[in-house]
């Protein structure tokens, strides 16, 4: 769980109530999420210098750079950059505070900006001070969630955490008791959901999140491709939001979509960063290994599922625990099963919290049958 604490209060862009410059917001917004950082940044920094009273445009300038660093810098000289920027942001939302008390906007972008902290701290394996970072920006955000229920978008968060600490993950639990929260993946997902629908900016991360959960955690295809869709259609540059409308696809066993999706993937591929290329390369043999495998050639599984695992460059370890439970599965359909329990192992041993790794248990006591 740990590893989304940077999503939680990235999530919270949001504005309930319009103010002078949010098109432009909204313009660097779409432009960043479609991998045009550098133009992001250029409208976002003139956006701040002509409306500097609107809450969106600082956090969301941070938001810019961050991921035009995570593309294109050194790790350090990203987290270098992050706390540099967030040191600038976050007294301006304390004298914004400060002058809109009752604005709960400011509030909140004053909680994610504080909460973002935690990034820098997280990167740096500080588990102390990524807490502490993490509890400050969360009450923050908290506060203006309990007192004003009508904005949707500080839903997101709240309920990230709550999904994510009901899945028994006892750092995540102990975090929760902090904030005071009732964890509970039902409720949870409830929150998320409403985002999804009714957030007028966290609804972008809120159906990346929910197509991540419904792909990797809590199964159900058809939903995730209800929201992995709205996002290639917002943002067709995307190449991660194209990676989980791929995969919704092939579990929605839609294969002519499927593989004309995965024929974008390998066109849109050389024009990503080296950074991003090392990343998303053993996402995209991924999901040509699921596809052949689910279409019956897994000769060609193989060889994709092999290219996955072996140079596999992505921080999150999701797909790569997948990525070896379908090798052990084909290694079990060619009756080498001792190469099948090597892979299930593999696995099991990355420990995250999603479905697949009861599966990969099940299979080193059972072999995988179609």
Same mark, same amino acid.
């Given at each position: 769980m740990i590893k989304f604490l940077p999503i939680i209060f990235i999530a919270s862009l949001i504005a309930q109530t319009s103010y002078p410059g949010d098109n432009i917001v909204r313009q660097g917004v779409y432009t960043f999420y479609n991998y045009e950082t550098a133009q992001a940044i250029e409208i976002l920094q003139k956006a701040r210098e002509d409306y500097p009273e609107n809450p969106t445009v600082h956090l969301t300038w941070v938001a810019a750079r961050w991921l035009h660093n995570q593309a294109n810098s050194s790790v350090n000289q990203t987290y270098n950059d992050l706390e540099k920027d967030l040191n600038e942001v976050i007294p301006v939302y304390e004298k914004l505070v400060q002058t809109y008390p009752e604005d709960p906007n400011y509030q909140l972008y004053h909680g994610s900006a504080t909460g973002l902290n935690a990034r820098i701290y997280l990167g740096k394996k500080e588990w102390i001070k990524t807490l502490e970072w993490a509890y400050k920006g969360f009450r923050i955000i908290q506060t203006v969630e309990n007192d004003h229920p009508e904005?949707? =978008?500080?839903?997101?968060?709240?309920?990230?955490?709550e999904y994510y600490a009901g899945?028994?993950?006892v750092v995540i639990q102990f975090a929760a008791k902090l904030f005071g929260l009732n964890p509970g993946k039902d409720v949870?997902?409830?929150?998320?959901?409403?985002?999804?629908?009714?957030?007028?900016?966290s609804w972008i991360?809120?159906?990346?999140?929910?197509?991540f959960v419904y792909l990797w955690v809590d199964l159900n295809p058809d939903l995730a491709l209800k929201h992995s869709s709205n996002l290639v259609e917002e943002f067709p540059k995307n190449f991660y939001f194209r990676i989980l409308y791929t995969e919704s696809l092939i579990r929605?066993?839609?294969?002519?979509?499927?593989?004309?999706?995965?024929n974008i993937l390998k066109k849109m591929f050389p024009d990503l960063t080296e950074i991003q290329k090392s990343w998303y390369y053993g996402y995209l043999q991924y999901e040509?290994?699921?596809?052949?495998?689910?279409?019956? =050639?897994?000769?060609?599984a193989m060889i994709y599922v092999n290219e996955s695992v072996e140079k596999y460059g992505a921080e999150l370890d999701i797909i790569l625990a997948n990525a070896w439970v379908l090798k052990g599965q084909i290694h079990d359909l060619k009756q080498e099963r001792k190469a099948a329990v090597s892979a299930y192992k593999k696995c099991v041993d990355l420990d995250n919290y999603t479905f697949v790794i009861n599966d990969a248990k099940a299979y080193i006591k059972t072999p995988y049958r179609k």
């Open positions: 904005i949707a =978008d500080s839903a997101l968060p709240i309920g990230i955490v899945l028994r993950n949870g997902l409830e929150k998320m959901e409403k985002a999804a629908a009714e957030g007028q900016w991360e809120a159906k990346g999140i929910l197509s929605s066993g839609k294969m002519n979509s499927a593989l004309t999706s995965l040509f290994a699921l596809y052949h495998f689910l279409t019956g =050639d897994n000769k060609k």
